[in-house]
């Protein structure tokens, strides 16, 4: 860091006319993809905190028209939002404890290279990212196993991510130290023993980069809900918010007032933007805690891998 | 005793076949915790990956759950059920819809990233970086239905900010983009690009980060600009990644992800939005007669199309710039 100051201080009189035509355009193009990101964001936060009036008329651009909470309060006073809230927390939860669990595992003892059979296991793994049975086959499977609209159903399919397993397991063969299995080994532990004294803790940040995957995977998961799921009372709120911003199927004997009839559609627009906001915030404030993990080693391990 | 060497050899032999094949199961047994901690993920792997492939020779068979013979009584009937896609008149449709829009996706999405990488790398003040990024990343971990959602709502004709800038500027009624076919691609495409462009910049980030100063310094001793050694240094530096990235995307051509394609969907634009994973559900679980084994030989195609594209383009890449993912 402090090199890079004195670099940045020492080169920043000397710019040559090239290098100012360069970083000029170089911001430039930066800015601009920097705002084109951040715009739908602000927009639908502000409008979020607007009137149903102001959103139904389209006034608002950047900032929030006529601030309200009334959005919000539709959105808690939603029977079945709140009940897939709750759905997708339980599914969060337990998926992810059950995921983390099942992929260390697996990534441990194929970290080992005095594990035999070890590429041939790999390959087992490795081959299910390039080739599947697709969703019939796996549909008639959960059908069989008599999982199809159960709880099971969004829990167990795809408890390991064969690329998160990679992740990890390339995590612990790079940055574990051999000399610490050798050293553990004098000391008459086991192989179980070494997982746990040494290899979990001295993994805390790999581990924090799965799980943050897992959550952001199991809390935006759609796709399995919307096969085997058919029974309202299971649903995750993904696929009540489809129901919501896309197919404009809304109850709104549970949101309004029936004479409020004109101001409807205003709010019906106002809860989408709302629901955006309480749908993603939880996983929006979840990842800069642990950006600086994934940063650190993980991701360009994943590709040596 | 010693008249007969070849028996002491064979003997030998013998023994030593014995003291290795010892030797094997004892390395085996030894580790047996090792493989007791792989049960669980082998099972695992078993009964929901590979099980299922094998239910996928129901696309050879004539496969249905009321005559109750299940999928490895079902009687086979061969290619009848590929033969019958390739001759349907929606073929054609959903074969073209899913490789444009993914074909679109890789070109314009690909080179996105590595430019917005080389460019924030090249960049001194942090604090900018930090903020760049951050807001940069953000989009990835909004799911598929909010992404879907929000696209909706500002490109609404009536309330949405394309709908209001457009009727601003020329005084007519905007068009409804989601219903109309040649709109469909650019949007699921630029969207996209939206939601992805920081994340896909992470791994070219961190491929930089691992390049020698000293190559820098070196060249700034020998007068290059920063473009130079943007142009020199650092795009060589990420080529690697890069070309494995394209191996990788390349796989998922003939895949057009399921959610969005099936949430972007309406009757209006259906003619270009129909893809062949919204096809294969659409026949196999959501028409009235649940044709198994055709939405099956549909989706094995798929596979086996996508299977081959990354073979061949990894040999490809091995050839000519000698880095492949296997």
Not at chain 1, 194 to 212: C, D, G, H, N
Not at chain 2, 152 to 174: C, E, H, L, S
């Amino acid at each position: 860091m402090v090199v890079a100051k004195m670099e940045a201080t020492a080169r920043r009189p000397r710019l040559s006319a090239a290098d100012k035509i360069y970083f000029g355009s170089v911001y430039a193009i930066l800015t601009l993809i920097f705002l084109l990101i951040l715009f739908p964001l602000v927009f639908v936060l502000s409008a979020s905190f607007s009137s149903p009036s102001a959103v139904a008329a389209g006034r608002v651009v950047l900032w929030p028209v006529e601030i309200g909470l009334e959005g919000y309060r539709a959105v808690f006073r939603n029977k079945s939002i709140i009940t897939g809230y709750m759905n997708t927390l339980i599914y969060t939860f337990f998926g992810t404890a059950l995921n983390v669990a099942m992929t260390l595992l697996c990534a441990y003892p194929l970290s080992r290279k005095d594990l035999r059979g070890r590429n041939a296991i790999m390959m087992l793994f490795s081959f299910t990212m390039i080739f599947s049975g697709g969703i019939i086959p796996s549909y008639m499977l959960m059908k069989n196993l008599h999982i199809l609209n159960t709880r099971l159903a969004l829990i167990i399919p795809g408890a390991i991510s064969v690329y998160n397993m990679i992740i990890t397991r390339t995590f612990i063969q790079n940055s574990i130290p051999e000399e610490l299995l050798q050293a553990s080994q004098i000391d008459g532990s086991s192989d179980a023993g070494y997982f746990f004294r040494i290899v979990l803790p001295l993994s805390k940040s790999v581990i924090a980069t799965i799980t943050l995957f897992y959550v952001v995977g199991h809390w935006n998961a759609y796709f399995n809900a919307f096969l085997y799921l058919s029974d309202r009372s299971l649903l995750p709120l993904q696929i009540i918010l489809r129901e919501v911003l896309i197919s404009n199927t809304i109850d709104f004997s549970q949101v309004v007032d029936p004479e409020a009839a004109q101001a409807k559609q205003g709010l019906a627009d106002l809860l989408k933007y709302s629901l955006i906001i309480v749908s993603s915030v939880p996983v929006l404030i979840l990842y800069p805690f642990i950006q600086k993990h994934f940063v650190s080693g993980v991701m360009i391990g994943a590709i040596k891998g | 005793m010693d008249s007969n060497p070849q028996a002491t050899k064979s003997h030998s032999d013998a023994e030593r076949k014995k003291s290795i094949r010892r030797r094997f199961i004892m390395s085996i047994t030894s580790r047996w915790q090792l493989y007791l901690f792989l049960l669980l993920p082998l099972a695992y792997l078993i009964l929901f990956a590979y099980v299922p492939m094998a239910g996928l020779q129901i696309a050879f068979k004539k496969y249905s759950s009321a005559l109750g013979m299940g999928i490895w009584g079902s009687p086979w009937v061969g290619f009848s059920q590929f033969t019958k896609f390739f001759s349907s008149y929606m073929f054609k449709r959903v074969l073209t819809n899913t490789v444009s829009v993914s074909l679109y996706a890789l070109l314009a999405g690909f080179p996105i990233p590595i430019l917005f990488a080389l460019s924030l790398n090249s960049i001194q003040r942090r604090r900018y970086k930090k903020t760049v990024q951050m807001v940069a990343y953000m989009p990835y971990f909004i799911s598929t239905v909010v992404l879907v959602g929000m696209l909706m709502q500002m490109i609404n004709p009536r309330i949405g900010i394309f709908g209001v800038a457009y009727t601003a500027m020329t005084g007519k009624d905007a068009p409804n983009l989601i219903g109309l076919p040649d709109a469909f691609r650019h949007l699921y495409v630029w969207s996209g690009i939206w939601q992805s462009v920081g994340w896909s910049s992470i791994i070219y980030l961190a491929a930089l980060s691992g390049i020698d100063t000293e190559l820098h310094e070196a060249a700034q001793i020998d007068g290059a600009s920063r473009f130079q050694r943007v142009l020199h240094i650092d795009f060589p530096g990420i080529v690697p990644t890069a070309i494995i990235l394209l191996i990788l995307n390349s796989g998922q051509i003939m895949n057009v992800g399921f959610e969005k394609a099936f949430l972007m969907q309406n009757t209006l634009n259906l003619r270009s939005s129909e893809v062949i994973s919204t096809y294969v559900y659409k026949v196999g679980l959501a028409s009235g007669i649940q044709d198994f084994s055709y939405a099956t030989a549909i989706g094995l195609f798929n596979s086996l199309i996508n299977f081959s594209i990354i073979i061949f383009v990894n040999q490809i890449a091995k050839r000519t710039v000698g880095e492949g993912l296997w």
